[in-house]
Each structure stands twice: as structure tokens, then as C-alpha cells.
């Protein structure tokens, strides 16, 4: 083990007798201790899942990149596993950014961004960012390469990273996020030995109102179509769409023989508060597979006084529709379920209910919102509240606007706001599946249409569960109901 690696190990250890717990998830990746954003190299090595994440390791501040690292059997329950990658070397000094893993023969793989400052800390405009290979024969130590990727397509490119990797045919093919000026850029590369790459073209650039910068990219097929995955920065507000900071999202289409990328419009992947940098893995049953931050820059992360910071999102399934994403729970998640929890019946009646028998902090609620006759009002479901009536965090239709709302105004410590998602009106049920995990919640549809991602920080005791509704017509249930076990081992 590196002097590098070593010191920040002892730098984790010491902080784990500070850690508070009140917030940390007891289901999701989350750091020891320290800080955590973007996942990293998703890859199955050896009949086990490994994910990577941004990870700072002396304060629960964003800090000098280091690669966290930790792994499952079933993607349900994990551990931790040694610090897999320091800064320090000339070609990463400042930082190991964001990048991918791939699995070369009986070897795991990382490609990275090797970040420095060239002037102050902090200064955007004077940095060098290179992409750099390290391996490992065990999936636990790596050895360094160095920087397989010296230079940027064009010398003026500064803004030269995430490079996310993947195998066909006739080769390796890399995909990083590139900016040029206010342009943001997508550079293909090809490589036959992951140590020499060769230049191909730009899979897409963006355009006036595609924001500066896209991060984070990922391209795959599915259904025989190209997906194009990224997290633009810069990206202005459209009415209900692209409020947060910064966005992650895709388009369909298709990449043709000259490596361009022709494809739809930009969609949005989920559509809460807290969801970023989304990366994707094959997995071996043939399922795309995808990992978020559950976070968002410059968002309140009270934990931070807690001593940690960071939390990836569920491992999710993608599957392609027509010209739209569908996302799902992974389906190995059920094994996180205790014994079922009595659902109640339908509610119509004006006011709320108290469902006693369905309360926690780590849950998996099933909600079903009848929206027949429901012309005006909310209909839906108060979660996490407290018994002073405080805190709560509401989930409902708003039948005048057609929208499914998640609003956390009085969610806790710091956070507000809502965010929404449209309602074809001629819907006539919805049926959502919630979960549940100390300072998160994740709202899926059925059917696969859409999903809200957002942080809560509510009091420990803030437990309660409540059916609402106001105005006429509609119904809402809780059919099915569990509390969640620890995915940790």
C-alpha cells in the first residue's frame, strides 16, 4: 500500500469515532466517513459487483480526490473495501476524477481523470486534466500506469474529463466530457490495449442552451438504439424542467459510421432534487444498470457536521420504451424487505388518516392514487412526520395542475422546495413504489415513467405516515408496505 493510501486509511479510521449516524443511510452506498460524490467504475469482477466513488476521506467536504471502493454479491448488501486510488503522482496530483472500470481478461481496470491545479486551488481556468489507467489482479490493489491520454482533442481544451470506457468488437471505445470555450464536446477515442488510444471524432457538441460543460458521459444500446447519457452544466430553467443546479439526462438516436451522434431531445433521467452523474453497467444477465449521486452541488448537506457526506442512489434498471428511458428498482432489492406491514384501504374522504401500522425511517411503501373524479385538490401521502406536525414530507396530485408533486418545504434540517412530474390526463391510476432510507426518498412509477430523487434531513423521530386529501373525487391506499433491512455486512 501507498504512503498515500496508507495515511488516508488512518485519516478514515480516526473519523469513524465521530461519525453521527442520525442521517446515514442503512440500504444505500453511503462513505465511512469523510465525503462522497460521483460513482465510479460500476463493474462486475469475479461474480461480484464493485462500485467506485469520489471520495474524500479527511473532511466531509468535497477535497482532493481519492477513488472509494466497495462491493456486493447480490447488489443489496455490501462493504467496504480499502481506498482504491490516492492522488499525488505527477499525472493526478491534485485529484483522481471521475472516470469508469472494465474488466481486461483476469485484470479490473480503472481509467481516470488525473487532475491539477496549474494556478491557485480552486481556479477553473488554469487546470490540466489527463486520462490515466491504473490495474489490479485482485480488484483490491491497483497499480498506477500513468496517463494513457496526454492531451485533449484541441489544445485549447483545459476541461478534459470522465472518461467512461467500454468493449466491442473490434476494440476499446472511450467517452469523455470535454468543454471548448462555453462548447461543451464529446471526444470517441479507440484503443485496442487500454494504453494507446487513438482519436476518432466528436460523438456530439452542444448548442445554445445546452449549457457549457457536459459531465459524466456514458453511450450504450439498447433495443437496438444508441443512448447518450451525460450531466450538463449550465442548462437554464424551463417551467417545471432543469431546476436543479445541474442536470443529468439523456437522448436517443442513433451513432453512425463517422462516430457522430444524431439523437432527440434532452430528457431528464429523474426528476427530483438530489440526482446526479449517472453511470451504467451491463450487467451479466444482460439488464443496463445505473448509479447516481444523490446529491446536488451547492444543496444543504447538514451531515457534514455529522462527519460524513455522500450518498449514492439504488441500483436501478433501465429499459428503452419507444424514444424514452423506463426506470425501475433493481429487482434484487425485494431481499431488503421484513415481514409485510398491514396496507390500509382506500381513503376518499376529505382530510388525513394516520396509518400507525406503516411507520420508520427505512420503508418500502407501495401507494396507489385512484384519480378518477379527482377535478381539484391534493391527493396523496404524508411521510417521515413528526408527531408535533413539523415535519412532513408530502407526495400527492395536483389534479388542477395534472402533476405528481414531492414537495420537502417542511422536510427537515436546511432542504425545500418541490419537484414535479406531468400526469397524462388521461390517467386513471397511478401506482408508485417509495423508498424510505433515513435522509433520502425515492419515488418510482410502475410502469417505469418517471422518478423523483431527493434528500430529507427530519428528525430521527419524525416517523409517522399519513393518507391526505383535499377537494373532490380520487382515493388513495397503501396496499402493500415493508420495513427495509441493512444492506451492510
Not at 452541488?297 to 424514452?324: K, V
Request: aromatic content about 12%.
Amino acid at each position: 500500500m501507498s504512503a498515500a493510501l496508507d495515511i488516508a486509511h488512518h485519516a478514515l479510521r480516526d473519523a469513524l469515532s465521530r461519525v453521527i449516524d442520525d442521517y446515514r443511510p442503512g440500504y444505500h452506498l453511503a462513505p465511512p466517513a469523510g465525503w462522497m460524490n460521483d460513482p465510479n467504475g460500476v463493474v462486475y469482477f469475479r461474480g461480484e459487483y464493485h462500485v467506485f466513488y469520489q471520495h474524500h476521506p479527511f473532511d466531509a467536504k468535497w477535497g482532493p480526490m481519492y477513488w472509494g471502493h466497495a462491493k456486493s454479491a447480490d447488489l443489496v448488501h455490501w462493504q467496504h473495501l480499502p481506498i482504491a486510488l490516492a492522488p499525488g503522482d505527477d499525472f493526478d496530483r491534485d485529484g483522481c476524477f471521475s472516470g469508469s472500470a472494465v474488466v481486461c481478461g483476469d485484470t479490473l481496470a480503472l481509467i481516470y481523470t488525473g487532475h491539477t491545479w496549474l494556478g491557485e486551488v480552486g481556479d477553473e481556468r488554469s487546470i490540466r486534466q489527463v486520462q490515466c489507467l491504473a490495474t489490479s489482479t485482485d480488484g483490491i490493489r491497483f497499480v498506477k500506469h500513468g496517463a494513457v491520454i496526454e492531451t485533449a482533442p484541441q489544445d485549447s481544451i483545459m476541461h478534459f474529463r470522465d472518461p467512461k470506457v467500454w468493449q466491442e468488437d473490434d476494440g476499446w471505445y472511450l467517452i469523455a466530457g470535454a468543454r471548448l470555450g462555453d462548447v461543451p464536446l464529446l471526444p470517441l477515442y479507440r484503443s485496442t490495449d487500454l494504453h494507446t488510444w487513438e482519436f476518432l471524432d466528436y460523438v456530439s457538441s452542444g448548442s445554445e442552451g445546452d449549457g457549457y460543460m457536459w459531465e459524466c458521459p456514458d453511450l450504450f444500446r439498447l433495443n437496438g438504439r444508441d443512448v447518450l447519457l451525460y450531466s450538463p452544466q449550465g442548462m437554464q430553467p424551463e417551467g417545471y424542467e432543469r431546476l436543479n443546479k445541474y442536470q443529468t439526462g439523456y437522448r436517443v438516436g442513433q451513432l453512425d459510421r463517422e462516430w457522430h451522434f444524431t439523437g432527440g431531445p434532452f430528457i431528464e433521467l429523474d426528476n427530483g432534487h438530489d440526482f446526479y452523474a449517472a453511470q451504467t453497467l451491463l450487467a451479466a444477465d444482460g439488464r443496463r444498470l445505473v448509479w447516481a449521486w444523490l446529491d446536488m452541488w451547492e444543496s444543504p448537506m447538514p451531515s457534514q457536521a455529522h462527519h460524513w457526506c455522500g450518498m449514492l442512489g439504488l441500483p436501478r434498471e433501465l429499459e428503452l420504451h419507444a424514444d424514452r428511458l423506463c426506470v425501475y428498482p433493481a429487482q434484487e432489492l425485494t431481499a431488503l424487505r421484513k415481514a409485510p406491514l398491514p396496507g390500509t384501504p382506500w381513503w376518499d374522504e376529505s382530510g388525513t388518516l394516520c396509518v400507525p401500522q406503516v411507520n420508520g425511517d427505512m420503508l418500502e411503501i407501495h401507494v396507489h392514487l385512484d384519480l378518477l373524479g379527482c377535478t381539484d385538490g391534493h391527493l396523496g401521502i404524508a411521510l417521515r412526520c413528526s408527531d408535533d406536525d413539523h415535519e412532513e414530507t408530502l407526495l400527492y396530485y395536483d389534479a388542477l395542475l395534472r402533476r405528481l408533486v414531492l414537495d420537502r418545504s417542511r422536510s427537515g434540517a436546511q432542504v425545500t422546495g418541490q419537484r414535479s412530474v406531468s400526469i397524462d390526463p388521461t390517467q386513471e391510476r397511478l401506482e408508485l413504489r417509495v423508498f424510505l432510507d433515513r435522509s433520502s426518498i425515492e419515488v418510482f412509477d410502475e410502469n417505469g415513467r418517471f422518478s423523483l430523487s431527493s434528500r430529507l434531513y427530519p428528525r430521527p423521530d419524525s416517523l409517522g405516515v399519513k393518507l391526505f386529501a383535499s377537494g373532490s373525487g380520487g382515493r388513495v391506499s397503501i396496499p402493500k408496505a415493508w420495513s427495509l433491512d441493512s444492506g451492510w455486512l
